[in-house]
């Protein structure tokens, strides 16, 4: 079975710096990765998934993941984060082969100041 | 497009009473349907599954249950609700696989009183 470890439960970080959450994952398997933001009482939002071919995968918002199956790691960064980039963000895996459901991790928190 | 759509937004039920929380797809069929819950602090537990109608499986044994009636509608449901029931319950779909993710819907947030 796979699991995902998100190193970092909260994120400070000011206005236009830049940001990079950290996931890991552990699988005995090929995988496919993706990122979700969860905005305040809101459902999750799909940021980009890594399903094969390139290994830096840009998604919305200005995000953007690289897949290093090296060190099973699907690290998130933006370059300059904005005040509404506030909000929860789940790394999530799952198997390639057949079925298979989401795995998640527990959440990082990033929480962006002026 | 697909849509999801998930109701009540918001819950406060008091402890002892059944709960019945819906959630529906449009412009798909056959989905893969979820039901999660989000409790602080501890991410996203994933509660039932449905790959078809009439078809669930449930990942963590609790006093809640799981219905899937019709193709695109998924009904999570107790017969009495404990405190520990408070959460973010949220719905998703997904097609046959994980291989696009899963679509979420807005979610509804329940308090046991």
């Known amino acids: 079975a796979q699991s995902v470890t998100q190193l970092d439960s909260q994120v400070p970080v000011f206005e236009e710096a830049p940001v990079e959450l950290r996931c890991n994952y552990s699988s005995s398997v090929s995988v496919y990765l993706f990122w979700y933001v969860q905005y305040p009482n809101q459902g999750l939002q799909l940021l980009l998934k890594?399903?094969?071919?390139?290994?830096l995968v840009k998604g919305i918002n200005g995000f953007e993941a690289e897949f290093n199956k090296s060190q099973t790691s699907f690290h998130l960064r933006k370059p300059s984060v904005h005040i509404s980039d506030t909000a929860e963000y789940f790394c999530a895996v799952s198997e390639v082969s057949g079925y298979s459901t989401l795995t998640f991790g527990k959440g990082t928190m990033l929480l962006v100041s002026p | 497009s697909q849509t999801i759509h998930q109701w009540p937004a918001t819950l406060v039920q008091p402890v002892g009473s059944p709960l019945s929380l819906e959630c529906t797809v449009e412009?798909?069929?056959?989905?893969?349907l979820y039901w999660y819950r989000q409790a602080a602090g501890r991410g996203l537990q994933l509660l039932f599954y449905?790959?078809?109608?009439?078809?669930i499986s449930s990942e963590v044994p609790q006093n809640l249950s799981a219905s899937r009636p019709q193709d695109r509608q998924f009904i999570l449901s107790s017969k009495k609700l404990l405190l520990s029931d408070s959460g973010f319950y949220l719905c998703?779909?997904?097609?046959?696989?994980?291989?696009?993710?899963?679509?979420f819907g807005s979610g509804t947030r329940l308090t046991v009183v």
């Open positions: 998703a779909w997904s097609e046959w696989t994980a291989n696009y993710g899963y679509t």
């Open positions: 890594y399903l094969s071919g390139s290994t």
């Open positions: 412009g798909t069929s056959n989905p893969n």
């Open positions: 449905s790959v078809g109608i009439g078809q």
